[in-house]
Structures are given as structure tokens and as C-alpha cells.
């Protein structure tokens, strides 16, 4: 079996910038929501995008590669925490990530926020994730019904995310079985607060291909008025060969230089002016090459990868994105 994937990603209709991060690989799959305003959100996001794409890569075991996305994501907590030292206007920056890492035919999960992951097998649509949220904890609580949280005014108050917060977040991770035929959907709340489960399963129904069915989430969510930044991962088993391209989406495919005088207010409220979404195509890097030469990219790794992504980001500011 092969792995298929795509990812989409929007603005929507409200927002003023694209806060959103995406990624659709060969074996990693991730989808980030970031927090804190033009100044925090889209660096938060993009930082994590960035700083996981090595992980797309062969594992020896979904064991291992758990350790790892759970270590790489408390490592991109503490650099983001670094950055608000180094960079006070970042203050309150934060950012919900899921992410999937296949392994063989495991799906290794890794998750904080209120992102999430989905799979459809047999037609059928399973949320795999649990929102960490205030709202979530009310209706695990038995206080609030599905239908009350879905218009709940705090519906959008995150107790759990990586950044500007905790020093060592609690990150959900699982290991699942992976079926001939499933399909695997992560997705930031500006699909899963809009668009009603029945409408993410009939949208993944009718698209067979993965790109048509990212495409399609999207779009459901503008027809019902995106008040929020939208972003899909698509992913699906099947036996025919997978393209080779992997794609980045949001925040992530085009650094955006930030204004020294922009300020950064806190919480996910954002302005709300329409901007066009940036994406890209990023180049393969042959399969296991960091499995069999581990030095191979270590000059883009870790901190010295961080602090260029900051310099791209502040090195010239006050300039709008090209």
C-alpha cells in the first residue's frame, strides 16, 4: 500500500491573515492553528511546520517514531517560549498541532489543541482526537451536550497548546491500525467549528481523490462563511504508487515579515480583512536519507534552523509579503 496526500488551506472570510499551517507528506502529516495575533499565530504555526519537516521520513517502529514526535514537539514548545524571550512583541504566541506519522501500517499520532484527526473506514467518520478545550471538558463533564458545545461562546478556549504557556505541555499520542482503503483527515477548527461531521463525510465521500477532497472541506467551510482560517490534510491508503511531491500549505509556504510596531494581542481573536493564501511544492529528499547519513541536514536542524526562520520572518521589517 501507498500513501496518498494533500493539503488546503485558506483564510476564509473574516480573518485578516492566514494563522494556519499545513503539510502533506510521504509518511507525516501535520496541521497547526496558530494564536497571538499577525505578530505570534503565523510564526508559531510556521515554526512548527518547519521545524517537523525531517520527521517525513521511514521509522524503525511506531514506538520510536512516537518518542520522537512527542520530544520534537516539547523541543518547538521551547524554542517558541525562547522566541518571546529573545522577541517580546511575540508575547502570547501559541499554536494547536495534530500530527500523523505513518509507520508501516500504523498511524502514529501526536496532538495538542483543538486541531484534529479523523478517519473514515468503511464510510464511515471517526474523530480520533479529543479537543483540549473548555468546552470539551463541560461536555465530558456531562454540563454541555455536543449540539450546546457546537455554539457555545467559549467554544474556542484552548487549555492546551504548544507555546507562550507551559514550559512542558501534555501532548496526546496514540498508536492506531492503519486498514487497506482508510482515509485519514486532520483539520484545523475553522473546518471542524463550521462544517457538521455529516458534511465532512459526504465531502470525502464524493472526492476520491485526496487533493479533490482537501479542496472540497475547504470549500464547504466558505459556503457556510469561514469566520476562521481553514485548513485541511488529506491522506489515504491505497495500492496504486504515490505521487512524489509533498506540499506545504498556510503560514508555512511563505515566510511573512512582521512590523517592529505590530502589536500582538493575546487569545485567537484576529483582525478581519481577507488576504490571498500562500502555498508551495517543496522539493523530495530521497526516502531514509536522515535514517542512513544522521548528519546529513544537521546544519538546518534545531536552533540554528529556528533562529533562521526568525531572521526570515523579522530580518526586513515592515515590509508586506511579496
Known amino acids: 500500500m501507498a500513501t496518498h496526500s494533500a493539503a488546503a488551506s485558506d483564510i476564509g472570510l473574516v480573518r485578516q491573515s492566514n494563522q494556519d499551517s499545513g503539510f502533506a507528506g510521504r509518511f507525516l502529516m501535520v496541521v497547526a492553528d496558530g494564536m497571538g495575533g499577525h505578530a505570534g499565530g503565523d510564526v508559531a504555526s510556521h515554526v512548527v511546520i518547519r ?15 512516537r518518542k520522537v514526535l512527542r520530544d520534537e514537539l516539547l523541543k518547538i514548545n521551547a524554542l517558541l517560549i525562547g522566541a518571546v524571550v529573545e522577541r517580546p512583541e511575540l508575547a502570547g504566541l501559541g499554536t494547536t498541532v ?3 506519522l505513518r509507520v508501516g501500517d500504523k498511524a502514529v499520532i501526536a496532538h495538542i ?14 474523530q ?3 479537543d483540549h478545550t473548555y468546552v470539551q471538558r463541560l461536555v465530558d463533564s456531562g454540563r454541555l451536550t455536543e449540539e450546546e458545545a457546537l455554539v457555545h461562546p467559549r467554544r474556542s478556549v484552548l487549555l492546551r497548546v504548544l507555546g507562550d504557556v507551559d ?6 499520542t496514540m498508536i492506531l491500525p492503519i486498514a487497506p482503503g482508510d482515509r485519514w483527515m486532520l483539520c484545523s477548527d475553522g473546518l471542524c467549528g463550521v462544517v457538521r461531521p455529516d458534511e465532512m463525510r459526504g465531502a470525502l465521500l464524493a472526492n476520491a481523490d485526496a487533493n479533490a477532497a482537501a479542496e472540497a472541506l475547504v470549500s464547504a467551510s466558505m459556503q457556510l462563511g469561514a469566520p476562521d482560517n481553514v485548513t485541511v490534510v488529506v491522506m489515504d491508503d491505497r495500492e496504486e504508487p504515490a ?11 511563505k515566510p511573512i515579515s512582521v512590523s517592529a510596531t505590530t502589536p500582538a494581542p493575546k487569545g485567537r481573536r484576529r ?6 493564501v500562500a502555498t508551495s511544492e517543496i522539493p523530495i529528499v530521497p526516502a531514509g536519507e ?11 536542524s534545531g536552533r540554528d534552523r529556528f533562529g533562521a526562520i526568525l531572521n526570515r520572518w523579522f530580518g526586513d521589517k515592515g515590509n508586506t509579503p511579496s
Open 271 to 276: 483582525p478581519t480583512r481577507s488576504l490571498p
Open 128 to 130: 480520533v482526537t479529543e
Open 51 to 65: 521545524q517537523m519537516l525531517d520527521l517525513d521520513r521511514p521509522f524503525d517502529s511506531p514506538e520510536k517514531a
Open 113 to 126: 489543541g483543538d486541531s484534529r484527526v479523523y478517519r473514515m473506514r468503511e464510510g464511515k467518520l471517526e
Open 98 to 100: 495534530s500530527a500523523l
Open 243 to 253: 505521487v512524489e511531491s509533498v506540499r506545504l500549505v498556510g503560514a508555512a509556504a
Open 290 to 300: 536522515s535514517e542512513s547519513n544522521p548528519d546529513s541536514r544537521a546544519d538546518t
Open 167 to 172: 514550559a512542558r505541555p501534555e501532548i496526546d
